[in-house]
């Protein structure tokens, strides 16, 4: 059985055929090349373990070869070979995404040590990536992932509301994913082949807004040259996802209830009302009903939209989803950047997992892709992070004490673990029951035990 099938791209024939020769002997299959571009041309088709590549090449330089990998193909492992080694030679050729770098005369022992470890890295990262993308077939929706069990209900949940037509509320904080659960509601419904149509309404002043809308008549404003469709009318049969629908206009709002109750559209400037049928999906980060007892919201296109209210928990309520989120975003970035980073250091999990996360879903996504550009090794460490995250000191645990007069019995800390998380929940004693990893009867029962 082959150690792995190595690509060549060597200049001087005769070394191309005693390198041929010489990984044959030791395991491996090969096949030799005298150019850079006859060697991308290959790549394609044969798909090699590793490519073996000199850095002078009589068309390309191999750096050039190598950024080309590393940006096309980042799962295949480049050696970079060269008869003139030097340490700012060597940088380079890591820089350019070279999983290492080899000087002649070639010793063909080490380099049969270096092509396996190569190999070997190449098939770790593909059962890294099946593994990855079989985490997220199983706990995901969509473009949702989570294994909590807070996103497992989640999922269900829009699972049942993706089958219907009724208008939904989405809430949660900034960053959270309301965005993402709108694309999965619509390509999880029977609309899923017609538009999703997306407008921020806190994006635009009130008269661009309008415009965006319901569109408007030639001539019906300055610089009005043509007619224009609105969004409501191009949602037709598809999904309109209105986002921050709490920040819109409040003068507004009468003529986008009147478009939803009675499914017809009026342009800006026109005379002449065309129907549209379209899902409605809506979502805001503000206490839209605090918004409502202000008067700053109207009521009435509140319950409008509110038919079916979805929230999407915090980041820092998900327990571990924060590491199979992380881990995502590493891959994601380690192969459009071609780096070989496969994961985390345990010092960074400890971090990740202590951090609040005020920016959710989106400022993880970020501090990974931060990492993966500053990482120097395989894993991110602490010090790749973002700043603000190296600097936090983590969460209090309820245990911490420096006095063993104030140590207490493991039924105690138990009780007033449970009272901490029904306050964090606001006793929602469902909530505090997935948390807990317990079920709501064995949390009723603990609650009514009497004291001692």
């Known amino acids: 059985m082959s150690k792995g099938h190595i690509l060549i791209i060597e200049d001087d024939q005769a070394m191309g055929e005693m390198l041929d020769f010489g990984l044959s002997r030791r395991g491996f299959t090969s096949r030799s090349l005298i150019s850079g571009q006859a060697g991308l041309e290959a790549i394609s088709s044969e798909q090699p373990d590793v490519l073996l590549t000199d850095i002078n090449l009589p068309d390309f330089n191999g750096i050039q070869v190598c950024r080309e990998v590393a940006e096309k193909w980042p799962e295949i492992p480049v050696i970079m070979m060269t ?34 470890r190569a190999v070997a890295h190449r098939n770790l990262k593909k059962q890294v990536k099946l593994l990855s993308e079989e985490i997220e077939r199983i706990h995901s929706f969509s473009g949702l992932l989570g294994e909590s069990p807070i996103m497992q209900e989640l999922f269900d949940r829009l699972k049942r509301i993706a089958a219907t037509d009724t208008s939904v509320l989405i809430t949660g904080e900034s960053g959270s994913g309301k965005e993402i659960t709108a694309r999965a509601l619509h ?55 209105l986002d921050e629908i709490g920040d819109m206009p409040l003068s507004l709002q009468p003529k986008l209830l009147r478009a939803l109750e009675e499914r017809t559209v009026r342009p800006v400037g026109g005379n002449k009302e065309m129907t549209f049928e379209a899902r409605v999906l809506a979502a805001t980060n503000i206490d839209i009903e605090k918004a409502v007892a202000e008067g700053r919201f109207r009521e009435d296109l509140y319950y409008r939209l509110n038919v079916i209210k979805v929230d999407i928990p915090p980041l820092r309520k998900r327990g571990t989803d924060i590491l199979l989120l992380a881990r995502k975003f590493i891959n994601d970035f ?13 010092s960074t999990i400890k971090r990740l997992l202590g951090y609040e996360w005020p920016g959710n879903v989106r400022e993880l996504r970020n501090a990974m892709e931060h990492g993966v550009v500053m990482t120097l090794f395989e894993k991110i460490v602490p010090e790749d992070l973002p700043q603000k ?19 207490m019995s493991l039924d105690e800390m138990t009780e007033r673990y449970i009272a901490y998380v029904l306050k964090m929940t606001k006793g929602n004693q469902t909530l505090a029951a997935q948390i807990l990893a317990i079920d709501r009867k064995t949390l009723y029962r603990r609650l009514q035990k009497p004291a001692e």
């Open 83 to 116: 008869a003139f080694g030097s340490l700012e030679t060597a940088i380079e050729a890591i820089r350019a995404g070279a999983y290492d770098f080899i000087t002649k005369p070639l010793d063909m022992d080490l380099l049969s040590l270096c092509l396996t």
């Open 187 to 241: 390509e999880y419904s029977r609309r899923k082949d017609r538009p999703f149509v997306a407008i921020n309404c806190s994006a635009l002043p009130e008269n661009l807004l309008e415009s965006e809308l319901f569109g408007h008549v030639k001539g019906a404003f300055t610089n009005a040259w043509q007619d224009r469709t609105g969004l409501l009318l191009e949602a037709s049969g598809g999904t309109l996802f």
């Open 334 to 346: 380690a192969d459009k950047l071609g780096k070989n980073v496969t994961g985390l250091a345990e």
């Open 389 to 407: 995250i190296q600097l936090h000191t983590g969460r209090t645990q309820l245990w911490e004490t420096e006095q063993p007069a104030e140590l």
